[in-house]
């Protein structure tokens, strides 16, 4: 139970982190365009991986879990993504 309260907070903590880095450095629509559509074609594989880590990491899931719904809160609670900011600085400049 600590451990899944710990991980809540480190998955928050890294999703803030790596959003703060992105916004230092946002994408230009180009650059958004083509990450979006690399990770669209690596979803397929990850997906099967998935499935064998689900049952290695099960000693570990409620953590993981607590971990992923950190992120994912911290995902969805921020103000402007870094795409939309490289895309208003691209539009900008032009």
Do not use: N
């Amino acid at each position: 139970m600590i451990a899944s309260c710990g991980a809540v907070v480190w998955g928050w903590l890294v999703q803030r982190r790596d959003h703060r880095r992105k916004l230092l450095d946002p994408p230009t629509p180009a650059r958004a365009r083509a990450a979006r559509r690399d990770q669209s074609r690596r979803t397929p594989g990850l997906v099967v991986a998935g499935r064998f880590l689900v049952l290695l990491a099960a000693p570990v899931l409620p953590a993981a879990m607590a971990f992923a719904v950190g992120w994912l809160i911290a995902a969805f609670t921020v103000r402007e993504y870094p795409s939309e900011v490289g895309a208003r600085r691209w539009l900008e400049e032009r």
